[in-house]
T-cell receptor, first 112, second 113 residues
Framework: QQQVKQSPQSLIVQKGGISIINCAYENTAFDYFPWYQQFPGKGPALLIAIRPDVSEKKEGRFTISFNKSAKQFPLHIMDSQPGDSATYFCAASSSGGNQFYFGTGTSLTVIP | DGGITQSPKYLFRKEGQNVTLSCEQNLNHDAMYWYRQDPGQGLRLIYYSQIVNDFQKGDIAEGYSVSREKKESFPLTVTSAQKNPTAFYLC????????????FGSGTRLTVV
């Protein structure tokens, strides 16, 4: 059973638009939800993360919202820029666990 | 600068050959991980280690082996038993296993020739 489900697989957005990538989790024991950004040929880099005690976290143009009842934590990218074109992964882990679970990734393309 | 160093960046393997991918970290992290990345499949966990001289199988451990003789090093061997080894391999570490976030290396692209 896939622990973290991410959608869409690919996304094309106009420059200046809002990019929304969805992520849902299964295990209610998860208590840490990071998002990673990956450029071609590079390793993923932490972009932003949230814990269940807050409903929203914002860092610059990137925002995670957390919906505990729906078990979802979508990523919003405001004023999307061509430099945001990358693959984005969501992930989840639990304090008592010993590994991270990743979504399948979303390839974002921002067109000028 | 603290970080994770993976080498080599590109690696070519002949059929039936074992190859070893290097991963070194100077972050003083306890936990280290190996992931395999294939297009459209995200990151799949191969092996992870929480302490020196101990490691656990992940979801796709068959055909791979690891060692953790030093805290800073976690090499991955892709054996001849791995029938489809062509992929992008990522090493990661975290302060404590399962918490915080993974810091990733820049990856090794392995190709079978």
């Amino acid at each position: 059973q896939q622990q973290v489900k991410q959608s869409p697989q690919s996304l094309i957005v106009q420059k200046g638009g809002i990019s929304i990538i969805n992520c849902a989790y299964e295990n209610t024991a998860f208590d840490y939800f990071p998002w990673y950004q990956q450029f071609p040929g590079k390793g993923p880099a932490l972009l932003i993360a949230i814990r269940p005690d807050v409903s929203e976290k914002k860092e610059g143009r990137f925002t995670i919202s957390f919906n505990k009842s729906a078990k979802q934590f979508p990523l919003h990218i405001m004023d999307s820029q061509p430099g945001d074109s990358a693959t984005y992964f969501c992930a989840a882990s639990s304090s008592g666990g010993n590994q991270f679970y990743f979504g399948t990734g979303t390839s974002l393309t921002v067109i000028p | 600068d603290g970080g994770i160093t993976q080498s080599p960046k590109y690696l070519f393997r002949k059929e039936g050959q074992n190859v070893t991918l290097s991963c070194e970290q100077n972050l003083n992290h306890d936990a280290m991980y190996w992931y395999r990345q294939d297009p459209g499949q995200g990151l799949r966990l191969i092996y992870y280690s929480q302490i020196v001289n101990d490691f656990q199988k992940g979801d796709i451990a068959e055909g791979y082996s690891v060692s953790r003789e030093k805290k800073e090093s976690f090499p991955l061997t892709v054996t001849s038993a791995q029938k489809n080894p062509t992929a992008f391999y990522l090493c990661a570490s975290s302060i404590i296993s399962g918490t915080g976030f993974n810091t990733f290396g820049s990856g090794t692209r392995l190709t079978v020739v």
